[in-house]
């Protein structure tokens, strides 16, 4: 089945850097892989996502890439700001016959004012 | 406020109970989706319904079993409880079949504890 590793677990940042965490997966037909953000104690929600006919994917400060080929996506955050600390999960599906969003393991980003 | 609601918040029980968690999606979605997150394991996939039917299985024990009502609303039941089910029960729902469609809606969720 599908595996979605992700790394660092955790990563601190002083404010105004960049932010960079990476995942790899197993399956290669997935097709689609987002990226959700999970503030201390509330709900993960999309904060962006890529699908496989597209290498690369921006909104503003965060940015996604893919390798299809290497069979591994990135969320590059720029200008990071105090309000980024929180867990970010990256995620990757097969669509149709499994269905399943598998999610990695998730980044505790830390950013240091 | 995703429109998802999940009940109870928090519960509290004992080894070898069962417990039901519940899960209303947001109007006019019909997909519901279970996930487990504890500390070492991240968001783990367990169970999806999609108007009623199963969709996809990931790894859900046998201990636990789920359904979607008429209504859409969705229940989780895990039995026989073991220290190691303590963890947070997300619930999300999406309007269509497949998840790579748009967003999960996620809820608060439910924080299981067993002692």
């Known amino acids: 089945g599908e595996n979605v590793e992700q790394h660092p677990s955790t990563l601190s940042v002083q404010e105004g850097d960049s932010a960079v965490i990476k995942c790899t997966y197993s399956d290669s037909a997935s097709n689609y892989f987002p990226w959700y953000k999970q503030e201390l104690g509330k709900r993960p929600q999309l904060i962006i996502d890529i699908r496989s006919n597209v290498g690369e994917k921006k909104d503003q400060r965060i940015a996604v890439t893919l390798n299809k080929t290497a069979k591994h996506f990135s969320l590059h955050i720029t200008e990071t700001q105090p309000e980024d600390s929180a867990v970010y999960f990256c995620?990757?599906?097969?669509?149709?016959?499994?269905?399943?969003?598998?999610f990695g393991t998730g980044t505790l980003l830390a950013v240091q004012p | 406020d995703s429109g998802v609601t999940q009940t109870p918040k928090h519960l509290i029980t004992a080894t070898g109970q069962r417990v039901t968690l519940r899960c209303s999606p947001r109007?006019?979605?019909?997909?519901v989706y279970w996930y487990q997150q504890s500390l070492d394991q991240g968001l783990q996939f367990l169970i999806q319904?999609?108007?009623?039917?199963?969709?996809a299985k990931g790894n859900i024990l046998e201990r636990f079993s789920a359904q979607q009502f008429p209504d859409l609303h969705s229940e989780l039941n895990l039995s026989s409880l073991e220290l190691g089910d303590s963890a947070l029960y997300f619930c999300a729902s999406s309007v269509a079949p497949d998840a790579n469609t748009g967003e999960l809606f996620f809820g608060e969720g439910s924080r299981l504890t067993v002692l």
């Open positions: 319904y999609y108007n009623g039917e199963e969709r």
């Open positions: 995620a990757a599906l097969r669509s149709g016959a499994t269905n399943k969003l598998i």
């Open positions: 109007s006019g979605d019909l997909s």
